[in-house]
Every structure is written in C-alpha cells, then in structure tokens.
C-alpha cells in the first residue's frame, strides 16, 4: 500500500503564496486535484515520474507550477498569485499511468488525506 503524506496547506491572503508538498513511495506520476465545498472534484496539475511530461488546469496556468524531486519521490505544488476561489481541500494522487489524471481520476490508484488551502481576500 502507497502512503501519500501531504504538507504545505494553510491560510493565506490573496496574492499570496503557498506550496505543497507530497512525498510517496515507489516510482509513480504525481499530481493534485482539489474540491471546493460544494463543487465536484477538480484536476490541478499532473507530472510523469520522469518529469518530462506535465500537465497543468488552464485556471491555474501561470499561476501553479508543479516540479518534483526524485531523489525523495517527492511532488511540489508552488502556488503564487492566490485567489479567493483557490480554496479547496487540495488533495496528492499518485498512479502509475500519467493520462488517468485526464482520462479517468476516478481510477487513480492512490490519494492523500487532502490538506485545506484557504484564500482570504
């Protein structure tokens, strides 16, 4: 069983910046998804284990920038230029596959506990 430990959530003022982090065992693609209270789950960002290949939410394009460090299978979601509707419960997801986090989410092998990214305006 994967374990994905998240960090990095709390609360902070638009313009701000916050960055989230996700450590997992084993070589997996990474990204983040996120859920509003009330609203569906939603894709964020997606990167291969390579690192060759990302993949990025057009709302947050410019703003988001996902990275990763494989020395300690590690994810890295850098947040810059917040907004009030950025908040959510942000949720890690590791799979083996790259294109299930486009595809079909719903199959992703393996999610985080989620951590609260709040964006007071």
């Known amino acids: 069983q994967v374990q994905l430990v998240e960090s990095g959530g709390g609360l902070v003022q638009a313009g701000g910046s916050l960055r989230l982090s996700c450590a997992a065992s084993?070589?997996?693609?990474m990204g983040w998804f996120r859920q509003a209270a009330g609203k569906e789950r939603e894709f964020v960002a997606a990167?291969?284990?390579?690192?060759?290949?990302?993949s990025v939410e057009d709302s947050v394009k410019g703003r988001f920038t996902i990275s990763r460090d494989n020395a300690g299978n590690t994810v890295h979601l850098q947040m810059n230029s917040l907004k009030p509707e950025d908040t959510a419960v942000y949720y890690c997801?590791?799979?083996?596959?790259?294109?299930?986090?486009?595809?079909?989410?719903?199959?992703?092998?393996?999610w985080g506990q989620g951590t609260q990214v709040t964006v007071s305006s």
């Open positions: 990167i291969s284990w390579s690192g060759r290949s990302i």
């Open positions: 084993g070589h997996y693609a």
């Open positions: 997801a590791a799979d083996p596959d790259l294109a299930v986090f486009i595809r079909s989410p719903n199959g992703i092998a393996y």
